[in-house]
């Protein structure tokens, strides 16, 4: 799986941005590269674009890796990219009215939607509730906004890094992520969410403040960042304003 945005309409942690990047033997590669070089090795993969905005490049997991399943989906211009399942989908589909036969990705994408023009739950609430190994990402192309998230039993990885032009790439591939990226890529910290208008945050510790973690390679360099979770450090809750405010309730609800 592949994700890239263009720079603007994700601002990762400036942390993920590695200062030694420029100076390396290899440059970072553009968007149109890094999807040559996904397609290239991907088995009946494809992808989609967005003008100049975003892409998503999908191919089906490799017969090793069965296990970990990956979707992709598209409702109402919403898209998403889904790896890993749920234990409790049965459950999951009865809560959101969904039919018993919809699969992971139709269920994010519907709970997405619903915590965007709703927002009856905090959005930690909705991920803590799922059950299962997951990593996903959500491109709504009309709102124009990026949501991801990795499950917090650390049993999949997904990568995220910064390319030639400033745009973010999240793989679960780290070859990938690190040959287009060189040394600002990090891996996503598991039991996280990112919204592309909220930022990084833990849905396990909601009420805790992510701090950066300095990162050097065996070259000595200083590499992106890791991000985990600061116990020492608390965040302020966010009232809610009208629906298009609903994603402030990160933490807790107003």
């Known amino acids: 799986m592949l994700a890239i945005f263009k720079k603007g309409l994700v601002n990762p942690p400036q942390e993920l941005n590695s200062p030694a990047s420029p100076q390396a033997s290899v440059s970072p590669k553009n968007p149109e590269e890094i999807l040559k070089g996904f397609l290239s090795d991907a088995c009946n993969g494809f992808s989609i674009g967005f003008g100049d905005k975003a892409l998503l490049a999908y191919a089906p997991p490799e017969p090793s890796f069965k296990a970990h399943q990956r979707l992709f989906?598209?409702?109402n211009d919403m898209y998403c990219i889904f790896w890993g399942s749920l234990n409790n989908l049965c459950t999951l589909n009865r809560q959101y009215g969904l039919s018993k036969g919809g699969n992971e990705a139709m269920f994010v994408i519907e709970a997405y939607r619903t915590l965007r023009d709703r927002g009856?739950?905090?959005?930690?609430?909705?991920?803590?509730?799922?059950?299962?190994?997951?990593g996903f990402v959500i491109y709504d192309h009309k709102a124009e906004t990026v949501f991801t998230a990795l499950g917090a039993d650390d049993a999949?990885?997904?990568f995220w890094g910064i390319a030639a032009d400033g745009s973010v790439m999240i793989s679960d591939n780290v070859?990938?992520?690190?040959?287009?990226?060189?040394?600002?890529?990090?891996?996503?910290?598991?039991?996280c969410m990112y919204h592309s208008e909220r930022g990084l945050m833990s849905f396990e510790h909601p009420m805790n403040k992510m701090k950066a973690m300095p990162r050097i390679d065996s070259e000595g360099a200083m590499c992106g960042a890791n991000f985990m979770v600061d116990s020492y450090s608390k965040v302020n809750s966010m009232p809610r304003v009208g629906s298009e405010a609903n994603w402030a309730t990160w933490g807790q609800q107003a």
């Open 73 to 75: 989906c598209g409702v």
């Open 120 to 134: 009856p739950y905090p959005a930690h609430q909705v991920l803590k509730d799922l059950e299962g190994s997951f």
């Open 156 to 158: 999949l990885k997904l």
């Open 175 to 191: 070859d990938l992520v690190k040959a287009s990226c060189r040394k600002s890529f990090a891996s996503f910290p598991p039991g």
